[in-house]
Every structure is written in C-alpha cells, then in structure tokens.
C-alpha cells in the first residue's frame, strides 16, 4: 500500500533480527563510536526468543566481540570435556576414533550453550551501550529510495484482518530508516530473499543448499549425564534415504539437548523428517541415555548448509547480509554461530568506516572482502567440498573423500578437490512419488517419541488467529492439481510442525489442502523444500512464533 502514511524513525544503521549476527553489529558498531544511533528490530517476543541451536559454542567470535565475557557473566560455562562420534546402526554403534579426524573436527575448547539465551545476554550487553532493541517488531517491507538503494524497511505493521485488509485496529507500522541496513536474519530469511532476488545477488555463486534441524531438551536421570560430554552420529536410521545426522550435548543442570538434522535434498517426498527423528530416538544408545527422564522444550529452524560456494555476493546498495542470511555455517563442524559474530563485527567495522567518510547508501565492498578473505573465508573454504561429495555419494564417501580434502586444506590450506559444485535446488531434488516407495514409521509412543501437534506445544508457539496466513501459495491449486498426485504432497512431512495436511470428505474423496499457520514455528522449510517453490513464508505479525526459553 503506497499510499499509507507510516511515522518515520531514523538511524545510522538498522539491523533486522537480533541474533548472535546482529546483536555483535550493534555491540561493535557502539563499541567503536557511542555517539552513532543504532537500532535492531527483531521478529520474536523477545530477544532469544525465535533462537535455536544446537549449540557447540566455537568462542571465537565471542571473544573478538566481547573479550571479558566471563567477568561479564556470560552464560557460557559447560566447556566440551568428551568428544564422541559414531556411525550407527539399527541395533548398535561404531565409535570413530578421533585421531583420524582433521583438527578442525575437534570440539576441545569449546562450549555447549544454549544460543538462546547467549542473545538474551548479548541484547543486555548491546542496551548497556545504548542501542536501541525493538522486539516484537516483524519486518515486512524493504524501503527503497530514488536510486533503487535500500534505505530502510517497514516494521511493525499489525491490525490486517484474516482476508489482509486493513481493520478496525489497523496499524500501518513504522518506516525505520538508516544510512545502511544490515540484514541479520538467519537461515531464509524473507528480506534478504527479496534483497537476493532484486540485485541478483546469486548471479555467481552456486545453489544454496540446507538441512531441517529439530531438537529436543531432555531433563534425564542424573546417572545418565555426563556434562560437557558431546556426541555426534551418522548413519541409521536414513540410511541411503538422506543425508543427515544427531548430535546429543550434555548441559548442565542435568539436562540434555539432542538433536537430529535431515538435509533437504533428499529425494523421495514420502520421507518423513520428523519421524526420522522420533524413531533415532529409539537407537538403544539413545533409549538408555533418555531413560526415566522427561522432554522439555522441542524446536525445528532450517540450516544453510551451502557453504563457501553458495555465499551470495553479500553486500548492495544500502546494506549488506550477516549471519546465515549469506549462509556461513560450517556443515561439517556443525557450527554457524562464531561466523555470525565474526561477519557482524566485520559488517559494523564497515558500516562505520563508512559513515565516518560521510557516505550512505552505497554497497560496502571493504565488508565483503573482509568476510571472503578473512577468519569466516578461512573457515568455510577448506570445508567446502564435504557437502558436495555428501550429497553426491553419501555419508561414507563424505567422510573418506572429504577428510582428505579436509586434512590437505587445514595443512596446506589448498584443496585438492578444487570446488566441487551443489547441483540442483533442494527443492528440484524432489523426486516424483512414483519412484519411491512409502516408508512405513512407527507410532510414537509417548514416552521417548511423540507426535508433531505434542511436540509443538512444547515450543511455546503462539500467533494471532485473526492476521492473514503468513504461509502464501502463489498458486492456490497446486497442492492439490499438481503436488498430491505427483509428490504425494509432501508437505504433510517436510514440515516439522504439521502446519500442512490434505483432508478428505467423508467417502475419502475431493481433497481440501489445509493450513495451520498457528502451528508455525518459523523453520521456513517449506519456503525451501516445496517441489514447485509454490509456498512463500512472509513474516507474520510481531510477536508470532515460537517462544523458547533455553534453545
């Protein structure tokens, strides 16, 4: 709506999403210059809120960001004591010695954390310096000025009635503008998606590539937990069906968080991801490990998995992309969170620099070489072709060819495989139903497994009914002309959170597609794996989603 009159807020910069990417601008940005205006709009209810991580804590951008953390109170305390891997099998395990393993592989040094909670602190520590943080304030618009640079978004727009037109109660939200916006907001994120798409910012780099990662919090049986321990595995029960794997960190205060990561390219739509996950649960490993214990808190969020060759070009006209908004986790170190930090300093150094020769408006190029030729590069390139070779090949080769690979990179920083490419779209990777046969998976049983609607409740994910459906069909139809008969829907699986199902009239006939947008817990993976790219998930109203409280 052109038309609407918006009130105006100005900063120098304005960061969306306030995770560990944009909550280290803000601090940096101050940390340089107290006098600059600084403000960060996040999506969730509050700090924190919409964070979920595994999460082994690499600190090493925490300890270029703020390198007192400890003194200060950071909530970083259970150092990684045991380091385990194993490939799994129905019935039993195989430790993987951690000798042959690179370097990089090893956890020794790092923290299990909770990342939500770290942002809640790192939000403390960026108010103490005066930045501004507005929670609850989704952003769903781009500002654009007279030369096409962006010079602002649209924040807090609330009152649209279910059909999307304005209500009794309407409330046009507030134009934040700044002299460059930072786009922080993770995985998918729906500006940085309109951003990406406008200046082509993909014009030269490969395909983005992700996973779905789904956790559980376990409070278990004292005798059972061993802090500090962490445990990674591959293997059963995907199998040949996707690529994937668990981890299980031991927290403190007797709790554990295990998790479980399907990569989104796999090909036969009656997978069921979430299933996957209940029935690993089962492994005895797991099943003596989470026995006489009680799951707290459940979550899902979508990983970039791309790595070095899929990073966007991540700077345009009036800002740039940070965090795993230009998708730099390293997928075989499962960590994400210290490139985030590092790629938010680097973005505030910039900005700054900028601001200080009087500029605005323009695109940034000191901060992309900074993040290409710098710690987060280093990071990314002497990985980058352990997805590829996974995808491709499978687990095994993955971790034959692609330790290699590794080894050679991390003492001669070359890489003899070169740069393998991705391929297809997570989304093209889907194969039609017919080539697959149906995968039969065990009833939940309530006790070690539970069903999607049980588990979300434990999410703490709320919306309000009465707002449009922030999950868009650009065709209506397909599901049901085009997805059901060809795909089997699959989005009745994909979905962590059973947002999506296909109902029948009473003589199993005329299929509805339904949407349960208020079952969303923000993962965006139907954005991602729809065989037809016919869903696009637009923020919702602020304060909508999930609320974890120790993710």
């Known amino acids: 709506m052109a038309d609407v009159e918006r009130e105006v807020m100005e900063f120098d910069v304005v960061i969306v999403g306030a995770g560990p990417a944009g909550l280290s601008a803000s601090i940096r940005l101050k940390q340089i210059d107290p006098g600059i205006e600084v403000c960060v709009l996040e999506k969730g209810s509050e700090v924190g809120a919409h964070i979920l991580s595994g999460a082994v804590l690499d600190p090493v951008g925490l300890n270029a960001l703020l390198p007192d953390w400890r003194e200060r109170g950071a909530p970083v305390g259970t150092e990684v004591t045991d380091d385990r891997f194993y490939v799994l099998g129905e019935a039993g395990q195989l430790r993987i010695p951690n ?189 003596e490990l989470l026995a006489g214990g009680r799951r707290v808190a459940y979550g899902a969020r979508a990983i970039t998995e791309g790595g070095w060759q899929s990073i966007p070009k991540p700077v345009f006209p009036g800002g740039l992309l940070a965090g795993c908004a230009a998708g730099l986790v390293n997928v075989p170190r499962i960590k994400g969170n210290h490139n985030a930090m590092l790629s938010g300093i680097a973005a505030a150094e910039s900005a700054h620099a900028a601001i200080a020769a009087g500029r605005s408006g323009d695109e940034l190029q000191d901060y992309e070489a900074a993040l290409r030729e710098g710690p987060v590069g280093k990071d990314l390139r002497r990985v980058r072709n352990v997805k590829p070779l996974w995808s491709k090949y499978g687990s095994a080769a993955s971790m034959a060819l692609g330790g290699v690979d590794m080894w050679f990179a991390n003492l001669t920083g070359w890489n003899p495989l070169g740069t393998l490419r991705h391929g297809v779209t997570d989304a093209e990777a889907t194969e039609e139903a017919a080539r697959h046969r149906p995968i039969d998976y065990p009833k939940p049983d309530g006790k070690i497994s539970f069903d999607r609607l049980t588990n979300v409740s434990f999410s703490g994910t709320g919306h309000d009914e009465g707002q449009p459906c922030h999950l868009h069909l650009i065709d209506p139809g397909a599901p049901i002309r085009i997805n059901l008969p060809r795909y089997a829907e699959p989005a009745e699986r994909y979905c962590p959170a059973g947002v999506y199902e296909v109902q029948y009239d009473s003589e199993g006939g005329n299929p509805d597609f339904r949407i349960n947008p208020s079952n969303c817990v923000h993962c965006k993976t139907c954005d991602i794996k729809d065989p037809i790219a016919n869903i696009e998930w637009r923020v919702p109203q602020g304060g909508g989603g999930p609320n974890y409280p120790n993710m």
């Open 99 to 287: 000798a042959p393993l690179p370097p990089l592989m090893s956890n020794h040094g790092n923290y299990i954390v909770s990342m939500a909670n770290l942002c809640r602190w790192l939000g403390e520590q960026a108010e103490a310096l005066e930045v501004e943080i507005y929670p609850g304030m989704s952003c769903s618009q781009i500002v654009y000025g007279s030369d096409g640079e962006v010079t602002g978004v649209v924040a807090g727009e609330f009152g649209r009635g279910a059909d999307g037109t304005p209500g009794p109660a309407y409330e046009p939200g507030i134009m934040v503008k700044g002299k460059y916006v930072l786009l922080c907001e993770g995985a998918r994120g729906s500006l940085s998606k309109q951003v990406i798409a406008r200046y082509r910012l993909d014009a030269e780099s490969d395909v983005p590539k992700f996973g779905l990662g789904m956790k559980e919090i376990w409070d278990v049986a004292p005798e059972n937990h061993r802090q500090g321990r962490v445990i990674h595995t591959l293997g059963w029960p995907l199998g040949s069906n996707a690529g994937g794997g668990s981890f299980i960190y031991h927290m403190e205060n007797n709790q554990v968080s295990i998790g479980f990561v399907v990569h989104l390219n796999y090909r036969n739509p009656h997978l069921f991801p979430y299933m996957e996950f209940q029935r690993f649960k089962h492994h005895p490993m797991v099943v």
